[in-house]
């Protein structure tokens, strides 16, 4: 499996990450830390993911966000 972070991505985390980071000290790096994890799971659980719009669907754990 091949996994590709669009530029795109790259901007939603940044921007995921100054909004928590304004909710708390500290919070923005554990959001950036928990997405990371869960993207990296989708190397480790191949496959089993959901299939929507023709990528697999990873909802992220602990924040309301979903990885294609």
Known sequence: MKIV???SA???LQDGMSFYDRQGQG???Y???SVLSDIESLLLYAGIHRTVYGYKRLV???FPYAVY
């Open 5 to 7: 972070i669009l530029r």
């Open 10 to 12: 790259l901007r939603d």
């Open 27 to 29: 919070l923005g790096d």
């Open 31 to 33: 959001f950036s830390d």
């Open 60 to 62: 992220c754990r602990r």
